[in-house]
């Protein structure tokens, strides 16, 4: 389960987040592309962007369902 303490600093406030656990593996970002996107320096994947609609939610789901490691959280603020 992603922890909400250990948030990538980037992710934009709101209820889905990254968390530090994230590997890259980079899988999730196929799933939703408006939503995450890769850090500048290439170490993470973060919220770029909140689910604004059902089907981004439905994308933003996806992704956490695939994280291999967990590091995706919906407990967010
Ligand atoms: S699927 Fe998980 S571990 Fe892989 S890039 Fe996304 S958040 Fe990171």
Redesign the pocket.
């Known amino acids: 389960m992603a922890d909400k303490s250990i948030k990538q600093p980037e992710n934009v406030p709101g209820k889905y987040y990254?968390d530090q656990t994230?590997?890259?593996?980079?899988?999730?970002v196929k799933e939703a592309p408006n939503l995450l996107e890769y850090s500048a320096d290439e170490t993470?994947?973060f919220f770029k962007n909140q689910p604004k609609n059902q089907a981004e939610e439905k994308q933003a789901k996806a992704a956490m369902a695939?994280?291999?490691?967990d590091?995706?959280g919906d407990d967010g603020e």
Request: proline residues 12%; glycine residues 0%; hydrophobic residues 45%.
């Open positions: 990254v994230c590997v890259p593996c980079n899988d999730c993470h994947i695939m994280c291999p490691v590091a995706i």
